[in-house]
Antibody, heavy 119, light 109 residues
Framework: EVQLVESGGGLVKPGESLRLSCAYS????????MTWVRQAPGKGLEWVGR??????????DYAAPVKGRFTISVDESKNTLYLQMSRLNVDDTGIYYC??????????WGQGTLVTVSS | QSALTQPPSASGSPGQSVTISCDGT?????????VSWYQQHPGKAPKLIIS???KRPSGVPDRFSGSKSGNTASLTVSGLQAEDEADYYC?????????FGGGTKVTVL
């Protein structure tokens, strides 16, 4: 069974950093692309970024608001996807979901982890 | 402001149909047949219900159907049931990124 479990969320101050993890099971990285999507409190969904599969060299793309501040990576030995977030600001507050991704669709979603940026 | 435009709300009585529109541009919805729809119940993670404009993943009832014309995609929920009351989001592949609509709250009257 394919499963995604996020962790690492919490309360941080503006300007600080945080690393989110997404433990995946039921598939090998490299078969599917993976993405991070976030949702501010009471708001809609916002794509954060994605990491491609192995045939496309695991390259990454990011949404404009996070480019240069966020980095997506994978540790295949731990079956874990990461989202390293730096220079956080209040607009980064929200639930962060990791998903599997193919043909333009986010197939399977984790339960999400809450990030709160506040002074 | 979301990249794709959805009506904020829609409603219908049990058994009726409701259609939600998703307006994009020639750079996203109009350019690719990679439009998806997601259902999200309060406090839950979103769930994929339509991919590639009109494909239903396994387990999604055939009451849900998708279509596209030009820069506008649509989701139709036929035979509304109480459990269909939720937020619905569209998304579209847009080259090096993925864009979402602002969401539509569907109420079953």
């Amino acid at each position: 069974e394919v499963q995604l479990v996020e962790s690492g969320g919490g309360l941080v101050k503006p300007g600080e950093s945080l690393r989110l993890s997404c433990a995946y099971s039921g598939f090998r990285f490299g078969v599917l692309w993976m993405t991070w999507v976030r949702q501010a409190p009471g708001k809609g969904l916002e794509w954060v970024g994605r990491i491609r599969d192995k045939p496309t060299r695991g390259t990454t793309d990011y949404a404009a608001p996070v480019k240069g501040r966020f980095t997506i990576s994978v540790d295949e030995s731990k079956n874990t996807l990461y989202l390293q977030m730096s220079r956080l600001n209040v607009d980064d507050t929200g639930i962060y979901y990791c998903t599997t991704y193919t043909s333009g669709a986010c197939l399977l979603w984790g339960q999400g982890t809450l990030v709160t940026v506040s002074s | 402001q979301s990249a794709l435009t959805q009506p904020p709300s829609a409603s219908g009585s049990p058994g009726q149909s409701v259609t939600i529109s998703c307006d994009g541009t020639s750079n996203d919805v109009g350019a690719y047949n990679f439009v998806s729809w997601y259902q999200q119940h309060p406090g839950k993670a979103p769930k994929l219900i339509i991919s590639e404009v009109s494909k239903r993943p396994s387990g999604v009832p055939d009451r849900f159907s998708g279509s596209k014309s030009g820069n506008t995609a649509s989701l139709t929920v036929s035979g509304l049931q109480a459990e269909d009351e939720a937020d619905y989001y569209c998304s579209s592949y847009a080259g090096n990124n993925l864009v979402f609509g602002g969401g539509t709250k569907v109420t079953v009257l």
